[in-house]
């Protein structure tokens, strides 16, 4: 029975290749096709139609080569009301995927699908008018005797009920969806006959209450899918002889309560291989500590619960004892009982995101735990003995009211990979030697936290680290030689700040970084020297270097030069009125160049030649009025130039005649530049842009 239910995944494959595979006209692969319809290979010998919104004359279909391995074959938004008899029976087709859905079809014709009963493994007829009839009661015979169907799709068919037996024979039936119809509860007894069922999905209808033994005949389900629907009530038992079932969605609905009082045994009593249980926007306001019991299994409930919800422990029952992800977000828990999660004994993953928790007490998940998220709370301190967690790797205290940390506040978590202090406004200062016992962590934030200062040494312990955020604080300057031990970082960013100056070896010591950003602050110069005191060449691994929105107006010879692989240099919204080209002479790797937005006066000689993988050149909103014809001389990559809002009234005749492809050139040409023919970009393909 395994095997039938992987099948659903090799089919799931199959439609995967289809979509992937390039199509083409159907009469380049078929002789004498008359209809634009699109065909794809699907291997040597297996062909896919699409005559998606191809109508034939009279509803006639075309007749294909004897033997032709059609396998699959679609025609939505063609209007059908009625589809022909017995589709391609004269032509012995094996098909296995017939898709009709975005018709007007009511009814089906008398065996159908009869030529195909022993190939058809998906039917797709969605989005018609099955339910739109004077019988309340959606009944055909045409799915009976469909051995190898295996998907059968009747969603947003205005359904209200469907005819008991209507699935006899389809006795290899994996996947059932009748999603956005009309139904008022599960008709269990109408689909009764297809033990290989494993997925029912009846999303977006009008079901109101589940009551007992729901799913009766339908024991063999391992996944049920009841978002959007209007559920407000599911009795004892509704979930009996479901052994089975793995997963069970029933978000967005309108349940308010889920304790012993409502569910007698328990809501979901007997769910004993349940492992994700989705109960995300509802109207919950509380759960018993029996509302899980018989969840023997782990129970990952759907995150994002907006259910305003008060978290409250009413007993010693054993509630989902191998529970493993927790979500609570979105909700209205004030504080967390001491015993709340006494019993959860293997769960891993806690977010408490968007709550009004003030403080983080001992959960009982000390041994457990790996992901912790309170972010959005109002949490105002934090202690050693709140995050007392041996197994913690993740760590979300962002926006929250964090005034203080205690210089102990992590010597609990030593294994910490990710640790987020963001949005925490009034922290203003960190303790010395706060972040020394995690010498694990590869992550951190302390982005406007309203640090004004940094000890010289608060990074020192921290080996392993790649990512630094101190973005929107009030730092004034950086200490020297404050990341020497930072070996392995990455990214580091600095940006919104009030950063005036940098002393020489404020960088030092980051042999690994790509990313640096000191966008939007105060600086006046920059110089190689923050870097390496010595200056070597080729010591340094950065990337991408932005500068932007400072008040530079002088660069030093050497301030890049030890950036030999630099790819990106950003210093738009700066006050330079003049940059020279030994800044950037030799840099092999620079692809994109932004200098907008400063006062530059004129391009000169080979200003931005010998740059041989230059595609991107950003000078817009200078006050440049001359551009030599050499400026950008061997730098033959260059694809997108940005001249616009300067004083440009020509351009040099053979400016861009050494372009391979220039793909957009933005200039001012409506205002100032009178003389510009298309014979100026002699080799290049260019087509003017819009302004």
């Not at 609570?328 to 709550?355: C, M, T, Y």
């Not at 004083?647 to 933005?666: A, M």
Request: glycine residues 6%; charged residues 20%.
């Amino acid at each position: 029975m395994r095997r039938l239910f992987d099948s659903i995944v090799h089919l799931s494959i199959l439609l995967v290749s289809i979509v992937q595979v390039s199509s083409e006209p159907c009469d380049t692969m078929i002789d004498d096709f008359p209809y634009p319809c699109r065909c794809k290979k699907m291997s040597e010998s297996q062909l896919a139609m699409d005559c998606d919104n191809v109508a034939f004359p009279n509803g006639e279909y075309p007749t294909l080569p004897y033997g032709l391995n059609l396998v699959t074959f679609s025609q939505r938004w063609v209007g059908h009301q009625i589809l022909p008899m017995q589709i391609f029976s004269s032509s012995d087709i094996p098909i296995r995927r017939l898709d009709f859905s975005g018709n007007a079809l009511r009814r089906l014709s008398d065996k159908l699908f009869s030529p195909h009963r022993d190939t058809l493994q998906e039917l797709r007829l969605a989005d018609n008018l099955f339910g739109d009839s004077l019988n309340p009661i959606f009944s055909t015979s045409e799915f009976h005797g469909l051995v190898n169907l295996r998907i059968l799709d009747l969603s947003d068919n205005q359904i209200k009920a469907i005819e008991e037996g209507i699935l006899k024979g389809c006795d290899n039936l994996l996947e059932l969806r009748m999603d956005h119809n009309r139904f008022t509860s599960i008709p269990s007894v109408s689909l009764n006959g297809p033990r290989a069922l494993r997925i029912l999905s009846m999303a977006y209808n009008r079901i109101g209450t589940l009551k007992a033994d729901s799913f009766l005949s339908q024991r063999w389900l391992e996944r049920i899918i009841l978002r959007g629907n209007r559920l407000t009530t599911i009795e004892g038992g509704a979930f009996n002889g479901l052994a089975k079932i793995h997963i069970l969605n029933l978000g967005y609905n309108r349940l308010n309560k889920l304790n012993s009082d409502t569910f007698q045994g328990g809501a979901f009593n007997g769910l004993a291989k349940i492992h994700i249980l989705n109960l995300g926007y509802n109207r919950l306001n509380k759960l018993n500590s029996d509302t899980f019991q018989g969840c023997r299994s782990k129970v990952p409930m759907g995150g994002g619960f907006r259910n305003g919800m008060f978290l409250y422990y009413s007993g010693p029952k054993d509630p989902a004892t191998r529970l493993t992800i927790l979500g609570l977000a979105k909700n209205v828990i004030r504080e967390l009982p001491a015993d709340v999660f006494r019993d959860f004994q293997k769960l891993k993953s806690l977010d408490l995101n968007g709550n009004f928790l003030i403080n983080l007490e001992s959960t009982g998940l000390e041994d457990t735990l790996d992901n912790l998220n309170v972010r959005d709370n109002q949490i105002t301190t934090l202690s050693s003995s709140a995050l007392n967690y041996k197994l913690l790797t993740k760590l979300d205290l962002s926006h929250n009211n964090l005034k203080e940390l205690e210089p102990t506040a992590f010597t609990n978590v030593p294994t910490l990979l990710h640790l987020n202090l963001s949005r925490n406004a009034h922290l203003s200062s960190l303790p010395v030697g706060g972040f020394d016992p995690l010498k694990k962590l590869e992550v951190l934030d302390l982005a406007a936290t309203g640090l004004k200062s940094i000890p010289q040494y608060q990074f020192d312990e921290l080996l392993n680290l790649k990512y630094l955020c101190l973005a929107h604080n009030h730092l004034t300057e950086i200490p020297e030689m404050m990341f020497k031990n930072l070996l392995n970082l990455t990214y580091l960013d600095l940006s919104n700040n009030n950063i005036v100056n940098l002393r020489v070896g404020s960088l030092y010591g980051l042999p690994s970084m790509k990313r640096l950003d000191l966008s939007f602050n105060k600086l006046t110069t920059f110089k190689g020297d923050y870097f390496n005191t010595k200056s070597k060449p080729n010591t340094s691994s950065l990337e991408e270097l932005n500068l932007n929105n400072n008040e530079l107006t002088y660069l030093f010879p050497s301030s890049f030069t030890i950036h030999s692989k630099l790819k990106t240099l950003k210093l738009a919204f700066n006050k330079f009125n003049y940059f020279p080209k030994e800044l950037i002479l030799g840099l092999s790797y620079l692809q994109e160049i932004d200098l907008s937005n400063n006062q530059l006066k004129t391009i000169d000689d080979y200003d931005y030649g010998y740059l041989p993988r230059l595609r991107k050149l950003n000078l817009n909103n200078n006050n440049i009025d001359a551009i030599s014809e050499t400026c950008f001389f061997n730098s033959s990559q260059l694809q997108i130039i940005n001249l616009s809002f300067n004083r440009l009234e020509k351009l040099p005749e053979r400016l861009f005649n050494t372009f391979l492809f220039l793909s957009e050139i933005r200039a001012n040409i409506a205002d100032t530049l009178n003389d510009l023919s298309k014979d100026q970009f002699g080799r290049s393909t260019w087509e003017p842009c819009s302004f």
